[in-house]
């Protein structure tokens, strides 16, 4: 089945640090792949999303690059603010998987002023 | 715009009872669907619905109905509540995949304790 691996958490960093967050994924043909972020107290939603191989989903800094031949979609922000301090999720949306995620486990990003 | 909206948003349960957790969403999205997050395990999928009067089953559907009577509203019932069930619940709704891309919107959560 279906399964998506991040890196163990939580991560702290000081402001203006660079970010990278693992995500690693295992499905077959070829799924579209989702960042979603958790800001304290609310509920997910869509940081960044690519549906095909080698495509780079990007928005508020925030950049992850589809890669088939590692099976991965690392998450990475050049310069991160306090304002950034949320629960990351990598997940994915397989080729026979209708409508359903998948899920990792979640990384807790603490930054620091 | 609400989006989709889940009440209550924090619940205390002694073991044993029963309650529903409602989550409506006003998209007119076809899929709607219920996760629960727990710590170190990221978001794990309960039940899921493709339109009214369809559902089934996800990873983790025991202790748990549902129903679709209508597109907006995807109520989860606790039948009998324990200490396992204790978790912070969310339900999603999207459009019924046309393309890999498309976008979950989710609620605010419902953070349950069962004492």
């Known amino acids: 089945g279906n399964s998506v691996t991040q890196m163990e958490g939580p991560v702290t960093l000081s402001e203006e640090a660079f970010l990278t967050i693992n995500c690693t994924y295992t499905?077959?043909?070829?799924?579209?792949l989702f960042w979603y972020v958790q800001y304290p107290g609310e509920g997910l939603q869509l940081l960044l999303k690519?549906?095909?191989?080698?495509d780079k989903g990007s928005n508020k800094g925030f950049e992850a690059t589809y890669r088939k031949e590692t099976t991965s979609f690392h998450l990475e922000k050049g310069s991160v603010q306090v304002s950034d301090s949320a629960v990351y999720f990598c997940?994915?949306?397989?080729?026979?998987?209708?409508?359903?995620?998948?899920f990792g486990e979640g990384t807790q990003l603490t930054v620091n002023p | 715009n609400a989006g989709v909206t889940q009440t209550p948003k924090f619940q205390v349960l002694k073991t044993g009872q029963s309650m529903t957790l409602q989550c409506a969403q006003d998209?007119?999205?076809?899929?709607m669907s219920w996760y629960r997050q727990d710590p170190g395990m990221g978001l794990r999928l309960i039940h899921y619905?493709?339109?009214?009067?369809?559902?089934d089953q996800g990873e983790v559907p025991n202790g748990y109905n549902v129903s679709r009577s209508t597109t907006e509203d995807f109520p989860l019932r606790l039948l009998s509540a324990a200490p396992s069930q204790t978790s912070v619940y969310f339900c999603a709704s999207s459009y019924l995949r046309t393309g890999g891309g498309t976008e979950a919107f989710f609620g605010q959560g419902t953070r349950l304790t069962v004492v």
């Open positions: 997940a994915l949306r397989g080729e026979t998987s209708g409508s359903r995620l998948t």
């Open positions: 690519a549906t095909k191989a080698d």
């Open positions: 998209m007119n999205h076809e899929y």
């Open positions: 619905s493709v339109g009214a009067g369809i559902t």
């Open positions: 499905a077959t043909g070829y799924p579209s």
